[in-house]
């Protein structure tokens, strides 16, 4: 196991999370030390099926500089409102423009078509995205785990393994 202790990681997210998208990269990371911090436009708590989690940080004051890394959790309905916020997509965009690390997972990948940062990135998501994030100008691909500089997709929860530790060893290279 590596030592992420000192690293902050941005999980940015609103109702209708899947909560496996959530809290399996959340666990891991603060295992391995992190600080994992709660991004939303949503203020107090968050719903995702029958779990609720506490929002630390509004999204329009969250700055890039204060992070190591975003994960975007999926959930179709989460996914499809966050996209739709603007200052969640600059962040994310932030992220990206300071070539930090981001891990998308499942829907999540619909910010990334909105935040413009997928031209000719190898990536994967929930196959009903694909057409969606060719169109975004993406090489996608059915496949567990794609690590393309600092962007790291997966598919499903069952990539969750995979998804987790791709996301450690990329925060534990920047060390």
């Not at 204060?66 to 309905?77: E, H, N, Q, Y």
């Not at 829907?107 to 990135?121: F, G, N, Q, S, Y």
Request: proline letters at 4%.
């Amino acid at each position: 196991m590596s030592d992420l202790k000192g690293r902050r990681i941005a999980f940015l997210v609103t109702n209708g999370y899947e909560p496996s998208e959530l809290y399996s990269p959340w666990d891991t990371v603060v295992e391995e030390g992190a600080e994992a911090v709660l991004v939303s436009p949503e203020s107090g708590e968050i719903s995702g099926g029958d779990h609720s989690q506490k929002v630390d940080l509004d999204v329009a004051e969250a700055n890039v500089e204060d992070f190591d890394a975003l994960v975007l959790p999926g959930g179709t309905k989460n996914a499809d409102q966050i996209r739709m916020n603007t200052d969640a997509v600059n962040f994310t965009r932030a992220f990206f423009d300071a070539e930090k690390t981001v891990a998308s997972i499942c829907h999540a990948a619909w910010i990334l078509t909105e935040a413009d940062v997928l031209k000719d990135r190898n990536m994967t998501s929930y196959p009903s995205l694909q057409t969606d994030l060719r169109n975004a100008g993406a090489n996608w691909a059915d496949e567990e785990l794609m690590v393309d500089g600092n962007l790291n997709t997966s598919r499903t929860p069952k990539d969750l393994p995979a998804f987790n530790e791709a996301i450690v060893n990329k925060l534990t290279e920047q060390n």
